[in-house]
Structures are given as structure tokens and as C-alpha cells.
């Protein structure tokens, strides 16, 4: 779970805590999106937040707990939303243009799924040392 294929790639179980954080993340820009449409989202550097705070440290049960509520909370409350909070939009600090609820759906919904190839390439590269 902590091997690393190289040095400055994280390992599965830095993944897993990433994607909770990612969550958790997603989870309070789409609130943002829906209350302040117009402001701005806080950015965030994701290999310091994995260095700073020692990922390898932290708990993976929690963290997969955290991504389950962070997407079904979020889920639940997006369904009660009325349609025109989906044409909203915030400045993004990394990003030039509008950060729309579109951009949020796009970069959210592949997140996961470019994380479970990133996980089975360490598995490949692990099994292979």
C-alpha cells in the first residue's frame, strides 16, 4: 500500500487519502456553486497536502468513509437543487474562464476513475520489481 513506483509518485495508499481530500473538496465547491455563484473557490496544492500532511499517516477506512458521505451528501442535495443553480459558475484560482457546474461534473466524475488506473499501474509496477 506505501510502495511508490518512483520517488515523487504517490502510492495507493497516498491515492486513497487524496481522493478523500479531492472529495471533500468537490463536495464544498459544488455547495459554493450553489450559494455563491460569482465568488471565488480556494485552490489547493495536492503534493503538499500530501506531504504536509503525511498522508501515510492517516486512516484509509476514514478516508474511503469520507469520499462515501462526501459523494452521497452531495448527490442528495444536488437532486433537491432547482435547475437554474446549474447554470452558476465561480472564478477557479488555477483556471481561466468560468467554473461551471458543466467543468465541476467533468473533472469529478474521471477523478476516480483516472485514480483506480494510477492504483493498478503501482500494483503492475510493484508486482514486477
Excluded: C
Excluded at 503538499?48 to 486512516?59: G, R, V
Amino acid at each position: 500500500m506505501k510502495f511508490k513506483p518512483e520517488p515523487k509518485e504517490w502510492s495507493v495508499h497516498e491515492i486513497i487519502i487524496h481522493i478523500a481530500d479531492s472529495e471533500t473538496n468537490a463536495a464544498l465547491r459544488a455547495r459554493k456553486l450553489i450559494v455563491e455563484p460569482g465568488g471565488t473557490l480556494m485552490g489547493y496544492d495536492q503534493d503538499k497536502w500530501a506531504i504536509e500532511l503525511n498522508y501515510h499517516d492517516m486512516d484509509l477506512e476514514d478516508a474511503l468513509e469520507a469520499t462515501r458521505i462526501a459523494r452521497k451528501t452531495t448527490y442528495a442535495l444536488l437532486k433537491r437543487q432547482p435547475e437554474e443553480v446549474f447554470s452558476h459558475w465561480l472564478k477557479h484560482p488555477e483556471m481561466e474562464g468560468q467554473y461551471s457546474f458543466e467543468k465541476w461534473i467533468n473533472i469529478y466524475s474521471g477523478h476516480i476513475p483516472g485514480h483506480i488506473e494510477q492504483i493498478q499501474n503501482n500494483i503492475t509496477v510493484w508486482k514486477k520489481r
